[in-house]
């Protein structure tokens, strides 16, 4: 909302995303981000789509289970949306107006590499529904890890679903042909060239730590100055 001549402008929070092909380690850079950021003081909530809300862990178990396998890719849009409905009204809207971080394991930009360019819907309509589900609030940054090797990305996801003991409950998307994967790799890269300013581009090859301290170096770069943010009193 735009501050009306003569008000004190209020301050906003800052957005962070991060996407990329199964197995590029989101969601452990993700929360090694959290961590630091807490460490420095930082109010942060750490969040992930599907997920998010009480709705969308709902929706999470049916969106990348196998109970509903034969989901089709126009409902598997449509909950996706819903997901995001909820989350940003609920978690991460309410955030951003008190000032905090805000880090999210995947975002919009998700929906249009696999249902866009992975499953070959509509680009046109699946911008104008995230427009509608984020109430045009996207990402201030957007940290895109990228895997050279997809088939490698994917193999670790396998790995790491075992290891977890979540194959068979979050797994319907790493059962996909490894066609499927490429696009939606050839999407998330089309994505981001379309938006330089906002995408940051990161090698998901890197160790964890060379990762975790270039994501951290782009982020402090990218976070306002001064007491833009709100602090969480954490040290």
């Known amino acids: 909302m735009r501050a009306s001549a003569g008000k004190i402008r209020v301050k906003r929070g800052f957005f962070i995303t991060f996407e990329g092909t199964e197995g590029t380690g989101k969601s452990t850079q ?16 750490l969040t992930r789509e599907p997920g998010g809300t009480k709705l969308g ?29 909820q989350h ?11 000032g905090k971080i805000v880090i999210c394991d995947r ?39 990228d895997m050279p ?15 977890e003991g979540i194959s068979g409950r979050e797994d319907r998307f790493e059962r996909e042909e490894m066609e499927f994967h490429r696009r939606v ?5 089309k994505v981001a060239e379309d938006e330089p300013q906002r995408f940051t581009l990161l090698s998901a090859a890197l160790s964890i730590e060379e990762l975790r301290s270039r994501i951290l170096e782009r982020v402090l770069e990218a976070l306002p100055q001064g007491d833009a943010l709100r602090s969480g009193g954490v040290t």
């Open 107 to 145: 975002f919009a930009d998700a929906t249009m590499a696999y249902q866009g360019f992975g499953r070959g819907l509509s680009l046109e309509t699946i911008d104008l529904l995230n427009r509608e589900a984020t109430s045009g609030r996207m990402p201030d940054l957007t940290l895109l890890l």
């Open 30 to 45: 993700a929360a090694l981000l959290e961590k630091e950021l807490h460490r420095r003081g930082k109010s942060v909530v």
């Open 57 to 85: 862990e709902d929706l999470r178990a049916i969106l990348l289970g196998h109970s509903h396998a034969g989901l089709s890719a126009g409902a598997e849009l449509f909950l996706y949306m819903a997901d995001r409905a």
């Open 185 to 189: 790799q050839d999407g998330y890269r």
């Open 149 to 163: 090797n997809v088939e490698g990305a994917l193999a670790r996801a396998l790995k790491r679903n075992s290891d």
């Open 88 to 98: 940003v009204a609920e978690t991460v809207a309410p955030a951003l107006a008190e």
